[in-house]
């Protein structure tokens, strides 16, 4: 973690979980959601070394932002930790000596870049130069930003050190190496066998593989990281996309000790029913589908392997990729500034870029908080409480006989919440969002149709029955929208005076969502419009002068 993440980051990892590990809640799941700052590597390195600071001083700075706009997108973690913390340390450490001990560690000498002004290797972005695939010419050691590739530090035209900007020199330098082809046939079967794991996921995994699987550098010459273990790594690192995966479990160790369980990770992580799904953007594909299990299958112990691995597209913005050094796209501490998290969540999982790329638009995003949060999900809302606090005192009614029309939206609530449920469980969630909004536009239909606020004058019996009809939509609506929109949830459940927590309301589907009897409070609009001038106004006074 270099920054505050982008909405194409929360969307890609923290927020699609999120939304996944809430709602296993309301089924009544045993859910454990873990996740952390990466806090090593060389960009933080690279960045300390040229600001003349301790790299923890910026790794303690942005983990503490990251902490605080996650909090308030409201994405409820059981733990959200830092790699480098003594725990993560220990458990790193520990582990990569037991694959040592198994034999699936070697070293050997490699050519590397080395800096003679700063009496350093230049691993990865401690290097710049000209990309030898598509010329340009600020192209960093690890990735060109301009073409995608990825390289290495040697492929570079013209390479100069990134601190000092000297021409390097190549030298010899030895490092500890995973060897990743012995488990090819173990990671094969594994991946080949796996029948949760989405299918597009599932052939890039196998087409990599086919194309033959390398030995993968353990150890890096950082002086910022996890000393590596071995005997003779004395100066090395552990290579941080490397450590970094093994921070889910090192994360449920942690929280067990904050409990007072220290043997809670071994519940999940080695117990052979527990279902690991992971949540992250394409390009961390094989960091989930090959190095994580293949780790995980040289350290001999039996742990779980992944159960599933959501992987999302690109979200773009405007068409564009994300850049923060030319200001391209909006950054999650901006976009608080602009609008309440919720209204961000909704619009995010909508468009959540589950099978393709897909572009943020800001007239978009107005129009679709416009019709969608405020005149589908807010007004119904609004309309069904406002009509039972005015009409009949605040007190949810007693039902008469039903018609077809009120047994039709009483199953369509059972229907959408079953809907839901099967489109989540497949993580499935712009899907599944949609059919919280088609059942709320069905409800709005309903009231139309129905017309409680003038047959409450002359069939007072058939406005009641019409009204309890329409606040089992609400009621369930309350209970899912947790999932989705928690402050929302939170503030519905409230007019509702129901409790807050909905862990476990939907391990089944019996019953009533909103007893009659039910004293509400005054409704309050949970939603407003927004227009995409006040979007360009509020977004202009974040643009630096």
Same mark, same amino acid.
């Given at each position: 973690m270099h920054g505050v993440p982008h909405i194409g980051n929360l969307i890609g990892s923290e927020l699609s979980a999120d939304v996944?590990?809430?709602?296993?809640?309301?089924r009544g799941e045993d859910v454990v959601f873990v996740s952390g700052s990466d806090e090593h590597g060389t960009p933080i390195e690279v960045e300390a070394t040229k600001r003349g600071v301790d790299p923890k001083v910026l790794t303690d700075e942005v983990h503490e932002k990251v902490v605080d706009v996650f909090s308030r997108f409201n994405i409820s973690f059981d733990i959200y930790t830092r790699t480098h913390n003594p725990i993560h340390i220990s458990f790193c450490q520990s582990f990569f000596k037991r694959i040592y001990d198994n034999g699936y560690i070697f070293e050997r000498d490699v050519d590397q870049l080395y800096c003679v002004s700063c009496g350093r290797f230049l691993p990865d972005r401690f290097v710049l130069g000209t990309c030898p695939h598509c010329g340009y010419a600020s192209a960093r050691g690890d990735q060109c930003e301009a073409c995608g590739k990825v390289l290495d530090p040697l492929e570079l035209v013209s390479p100069i050190c990134a601190i000092c900007g000297s021409t390097p020199e190549i030298r010899a330098t030895r490092h500890w190496f995973f060897d990743l082809p012995r488990l090819t046939e173990p990671l094969k079967?594994?991946?080949?066998?796996?029948?949760?794991?989405?299918?597009? #996921?599932?052939?890039?995994?196998?087409?990599?593989?086919?194309?033959?699987?390398?030995?993968?550098?353990?150890?890096?010459?950082n002086r910022w990281g996890i000393p590596a273990p071995f005997p003779g790594a004395a100066g090395k690192t552990i290579y941080v996309w490397l450590e970094a995966v093994l921070g889910y479990i090192s994360a449920t160790v942690e929280l067990g000790e904050r409990l007072g369980r220290p043997g809670l990770w071994e519940d999940y992580w080695l117990d052979? %029913?527990?279902?690991?799904?992971?949540?992250?953007?394409?390009?961390? *594909?094989?960091?989930h589908t090959i190095i994580l299990p293949a780790l995980l299958?040289?350290?001999?112990?039996?742990?779980?392997?992944?159960w599933s691995v959501s992987a999302t597209e690109y979200l773009t913005y405007e068409g564009q990729?994300?850049?923060?050094?030319?200001?391209?796209?909006?950054?999650?501490?901006?976009?608080? %500034?602009?609008?309440?998290?919720?209204?961000?969540?909704?619009?995010?999982?909508?468009?959540?870029?589950?099978?393709a790329d897909t572009s943020f638009k800001w007239s978009d995003f107005a129009s679709t908080i416009n019709s969608d949060l405020n005149d589908d999900v807010g007004n119904f809302v609004h309309r069904v409480l406002t009509f039972i606090y005015q009409f009949l005192g605040g007190v949810v009614p007693q039902p008469r006989d039903l018609d077809e029309a009120d047994r039709r939206l009483l199953g369509k609530v059972v229907e959408t919440l079953r809907s839901i449920d099967s489109?989540? $469980?497949? #993580?499935? =969630?712009? /899907?599944?969002?949609? %059919?919280? *909004?088609?059942?709320?536009? %069905?409800?709005n239909s309903y009231l139309n149709l129905k017309e409680p606020w003038k047959s409450y004058k002359t069939a007072p019996e058939q406005a009641a029955t019409t009204l309890y009809v329409?606040? /089992?939509? #609400?009621?369930?609506?309350?209970?899912?929208?947790?999932?989705?929109?928690? =402050?929302?949830?939170?503030?519905?459940?409230?007019?509702?005076?129901?409790p807050a927590n909905v862990s476990g309301a939907l391990r089944s589907l019996g019953g009533e969502f909103l007893a009659p009897g039910t004293r509400i409070e005054r409704p309050e609009p949970l939603f407003r419009? #927004?227009?995409?001038?006040?979007? $360009? =106004?509020?977004?202009?006074?974040?643009?630096p002068a």
């Open positions: 996944f590990a809430r709602y296993l809640r309301i079967a594994w991946i080949s066998a796996n029948q949760h794991m989405p299918e597009r #996921v599932k052939a890039f995994t196998l087409s990599w593989i086919e194309e033959g699987l390398r030995p993968r550098a353990v150890t890096r010459d052979r %029913e527990c279902r690991t799904i992971f949540f992250i953007g394409k390009d961390n *594909v094989p960091f299958l040289a350290h001999g112990d039996r742990f779980v392997l992944p990729k994300f850049s923060k050094s030319k200001r391209i796209g909006i950054w999650l501490d901006e976009a608080l %500034e602009i609008l309440p998290s919720d209204y961000w969540r909704y619009y995010l999982v909508k468009m959540r870029p589950e099978t489109l989540l $469980l497949e #993580v499935r =969630e712009k /899907q599944a969002l949609n %059919e919280l *909004v088609e059942l709320v536009r %069905e409800g329409a606040a /089992q939509a #609400v009621g369930a609506l309350s209970i899912i929208l947790d999932a989705f929109l928690p =402050e929302a949830a939170y503030r519905l459940r409230g007019m509702l005076r129901l419009k #927004v227009s995409e001038r006040e979007l $360009l =106004e509020k977004r202009m006074r974040l643009a």
